[in-house]
C-alpha cells in the first residue's frame, strides 16, 4: 500500500519516481531502458502531449506558426512515423476526435484500414480449416489493410487546417535527411528478440549499420527514402501514397511470400476516411465524446455510465476496493465490446441499447466489491445474433492531444498494429498488419458469424478510444487517449476514473498503476501496486499478474479553473507534455 502513496505523492516539481525496469516487465515487455519520468507541463496558449520530444517539438511548430490543432497533429504524425516507427506511420490507420471551439461540434475521423476487395472470410485459416498461428498471419501480406492515417488526416486538415498542408512536413523531411537519435525505447524493439518484425529482412536492413551491427539507444538513424516519401505526399496529398510508384510498391511487397495478399491498386485508390459527428453521451456533469464503431469508444463510456452505480468516487485509489469495482466494470466492459462491437457497414452494433440507463444500470449489478465469474454478454436492445469472437489485438499504438491557439482540440490514437506493423517497408515506412485484428475463426458451431469477422472492403475493430471531455455549457474539460491493444480500454478508464472520481491531476491519473480485467484473466503493473494492495486485491479474487500485453502510453490534457492548460504524459513511455 505504501508504494502506491508513494506514487502518487508527487514533488512540487509534480515528479514522479517509478521503480525499476523490472517493476514494469508489463509496460516495457521488450527490455529496454524505463524511460525518464514525465512531469505535469501547463501553459495558456496551447499544448502538445505525445510520445516522442522531437514529435511534440514539430507540433509546437506548427502551432506558432499560425497553425491549428489538426495542421500540428499532421507534423506530429509524420515524426512519429520516423522516430517511433514500431507504433504508428504512413502505413498505418487512426481515429481523430476534433472539438471546435468556437462551435462546440465534436467530429470524429475514422482513418481505420480496409481489407481488399479479394478478401474473405477463410483468408486466415490453414489448409486444415483451422486459424494460421498469429505470428503466421502477422508476417504474411495478407495482414497489411489499405492505410488510412494520411488520407484521413488529409481530410480533417482540409476542413480545419489553418496554414498549407505543404509545410507541414518539413521536420519529418529534415530529420529523415539529417537523422535523429534512436531513443531507448526504440533500440529496445530494434534490438528484441521477441518482435518478430524486427527479424524480418526490410526490418533488419534498415536497423543494421554499415559494420554489421544493429542500432542503439544514442546511434544516429537516417531514413532518405521516408524523406522523398514525406515529400511526394507534401507536395501530392494522400494520392502519393495511394496511387503511383508508392502504392506500385505497397502491392508489390505484399504480393511477397507464401501467404501473399490480395490488395490491387484499386483497393488502395479508392480508400475513403469516414467522418461524422462524434459518439457523445451525458456522464455526470459533463458529455464525453469517442470515435463512433467500430472504434471501442462507446465501452469506455459504458463502463463510466456503470461505476456512476458505484461508490468508487467515495473511495481512492489506495482502496482495495476502489480497484475491484474498476477491474469488474471492465470484466463487463469487454463481455460487451467483445461480443457486439464491428464495422457499422457490415453489422448492427447495438449502441443505443449498449447506453440505454435501463441496460447500464442491469450490468452494472455485476460490479460487486469480491470478484466472481466471468460476466456473460448482454442482450442490450438491437442487439444482433453474432457469434463469438475470437480476435487477437496486439499492440503497436500511440497517442497525442494537441490544443491550439484558438481552444481547438485534437485527441487522436494512431497504430501500423504490431511492433513494425508487419516487418514489411515501403518508401521508408512500416506496412500495417491491421487485418489480424479481425477474428480469425469467422463463424460460431451455429454459423453465426461473429460481429467482426472478415470480409472484402469491411474495416476491423478497434480498442483505438480517443476522448473529449466538455462541461455542461460544450467547453474542453480534458482530452486524453492510450495506446496498448485491447488494454486501451481500460487504460483510458482508469485515467477517466482517476481525474473525474479521484480528483488526480492529468500527470498522477495517468502514472496511476494499470489492471486490465478481461474474462478471468487480470494483468497489469502489479509491482507498482506493491505487495499489501496486491494482498488485497488477491484476498478479493482480483489476482494481478504482469501481462504480456503493450504497456499504457497516456497523454492527455486537462483545463484548470482560469484556462489554464495542464497536460501529462505517461512515464511508461518517452513522451512529453509542452506547451505554449
Known sequence: MRRLVSLLALSAALQLTLSPVAALAESIPLGMPTPKPASTSLASKGMVAAANPLAVEAGLRVLRDGGSAVDAAVAIQAVLGLVEPQSSGLGGGSFLVFYDAKSGKVTAYDGRETAPSGAGPDMFLGADGKPLPFVTAVLSGRSTGVPGAVAML??????????????????????????????????????????????????????????????????VLKNPAYAETVRKIAAQGPSALLEGPIAQAIVDRLHEGDLPSSITLEDLKRYKPRSAPALCQPW?????CVPNPQSSGLAVIQALKMLEHTDIGKR?????VAWTLLAQAER???????????????????????????????????????????????HPKGAPKVGVDMTKEPGGTTHLVVVDTAGDVVSMTTTVESIFGNGRMVGGFFLNNQLTDFSFAPKEKDG???????????????????????????????ALGSPGGNAILSYNLKAMVGLFYWGLNMQQAVSLPNVVARGDTYSGDADLFGPAMLAALNARGVNVKVGQIEGSGLHGVIVRPGGMLEGGADPRREGVAKGL
Do not use: C
Request: zero cysteines; hydrophobic letters at 40%; aromatic letters at 8%.
Open 154 to 219: 488529409a481530410q480533417a486538415q482540409k476542413e480545419h487546417g489553418k496554414i498549407a498542408w505543404s509545410t507541414l512536413f518539413s521536420d519529418a523531411e529534415k530529420l529523415a535527411d539529417d537523422g535523429f537519435v534512436v531513443s531507448p525505447r526504440l533500440a529496445g524493439m530494434i534490438n528484441s528478440t521477441r518482435a518478430p518484425q524486427a527479424s524480418q529482412p526490410d526490418a533488419v536492413k534498415y536497423f543494421t549499420k554499415p559494420d554489421g551491427t544493429r542500432y542503439q539507444a544514442g546511434d
Open 284 to 288: 455526470k456533469v459533463y458529455t464525453v
Open 316 to 320: 481512492g485509489p489506495t482502496d482495495p
Open 332 to 378: 463487463v466492459m469487454y463481455a460487451d465490446r467483445d461480443r457486439y462491437v464491428g464495422d457499422p457497414a457490415f453489422v448492427t452494433v447495438p449502441v443505443a441499447g449498449l447506453l440505454d440507463p435501463k441496460y447500464v444500470a442491469d450490468r452494472a449489478k455485476l460490479i460487486t466489491p469480491t470478484a466472481g465469474e466471468a460476466p456473460p454478454f448482454g
Open 448 to 478: 453465426a458469424p461473429a460481429a467482426n469477422a472478415i470480409a472484402a472492403g469491411k474495416r476491423p475493430r478497434s480498442s483505438m478510444a480517443p476522448l473529449i471531455v466538455l462541461d455542461k455549457k460544450g467547453k474542453l474539460v480534458a
